[in-house]
C-alpha cells in the first residue's frame, strides 16, 4: 500500500520580547536575526501546505489506478498522466521550499558574530549550542528535501511503468518496492528534521533564559 507523506515541521514559535534597555545589545541582535528566520520559515511552512495538498489528490489517485483492471488502459493512462503532473508540480514547490531555506539559513548565520560579544559565559555557552543544533537542522533539511526529490523521482516512474500495457508482474512489483523503499527513507528524514527542530526550540529557550531579555512565548 502506497503511503501518503504528511508534512514536516518548521520553527513556529513565535517570541514577543519586551526589551529592558534601548540600543542592541548583542542578545537583542541575536534575537532580531533569529526571529527573522521564524518569519522566512512561515513562508516555507504556506509552500509546504500546498505540498499536503497535492500528496493528499494523487493519493486519491493512486488508490483509483490500482483498483481498475487492465482492460481500462485508457483510464490508467488518464490516472497516471494526472499523477505525474502532480509529481512536476510538486517537484517545483520543493525546489521553492529549498530556496526559501536556504535564505533562512543564511539570515540564521549572522548570529554567530554576536555569540562571543554575549556578557556571561553562560550566554555564550547556551548560545553556541543553540547554534548548532539550528545548523543540524539544516543540515537534515538538506537529506529531507534530497530524499523527497527521490521519492518523487521513484513515483514518477512507477506510474508510467503502471500506464504500460505490456508491463510485467515483476516489473510492478520491483518498482512499487522501489518507491515504498524511498518512502521509508523520507519518513526517517522527515522524523529526525521534526524531531531537531523540537531540540532547536528547546535549546532556543534555554539560551533566552540566560539574557537580560523579557521574552514570553506563544504559538
Known amino acids: 500500500m502506497k503511503k501518503l507523506i504528511l508534512g514536516y515541521g518548521f520553527v513556529g514559535t513565535i517570541l514577543i520580547v519586551f526589551l529592558a534597555a534601548c540600543g542592541g545589545s548583542p542578545a537583542e541582535k541575536m534575537h532580531k536575526n533569529m526571529e527573522e528566520s521564524v518569519g522566512i520559515e512561515k513562508k516555507a511552512a504556506?509552500?509546504?501546505?500546498?505540498?499536503?495538498?497535492l500528496e493528499k489528490k494523487e493519493k486519491q489517485s493512486y488508490?483509483?489506478?490500482?483498483?481498475?483492471?487492465?482492460?481500462?488502459m485508457k483510464e490508467i493512462k488518464k490516472l497516471?498522466?494526472?499523477?505525474?503532473?502532480?509529481?512536476?508540480k510538486r517537484r517545483v514547490l520543493v525546489k521553492e521550499e529549498k530556496e526559501i531555506m536556504n535564505d533562512s539559513k543564511e539570515n540564521f548565520q549572522k548570529i554567530e558574530g554576536q555569540i562571543d560579544k554575549l556578557k556571561t559565559k553562560k550566554e555564550k555557552v547556551k548560545a553556541k549550542a543553540m547554534h548548532k543544533a539550528m545548523m543540524e537542522r539544516y543540515k537534515l533539511y538538506g537529506k529531507l528535501n534530497k530524499a523527497y526529490k527521490r521519492s518523487l523521482a521513484d513515483e514518477k516512474e512507477m506510474y508510467s511503468l503502471l500506464a504500460k500495457k505490456d508491463a510485467t508482474h515483476d516489473q510492478v512489483k520491483?518498482?512499487?518496492?522501489?518507491?515504498?523503499?524511498?518512502y521509508d527513507k523520507l519518513v526517517q528524514a522527515n522524523k529526525s528534521f521534526n524531531v531537531q527542530t523540537e531540540k532547536y526550540n528547546d535549546f532556543k529557550k534555554?539560551?533566552?533564559?540566560?539574557t537580560d531579555l523579557d521574552v514570553s512565548y506563544k504559538k
Open 80 to 88: 497516471s498522466n494526472d499523477a505525474k503532473s502532480n509529481i512536476d
Open 174 to 182: 520491483n518498482v512499487i518496492e522501489k518507491v515504498n523503499k524511498s
Open 46 to 53: 504556506d509552500v509546504q501546505d500546498k505540498i499536503i495538498s
Open 206 to 210: 534555554a539560551f533566552y533564559k540566560t
Open 63 to 72: 488508490d483509483k489506478l490500482i483498483s481498475l483492471d487492465d482492460h481500462k
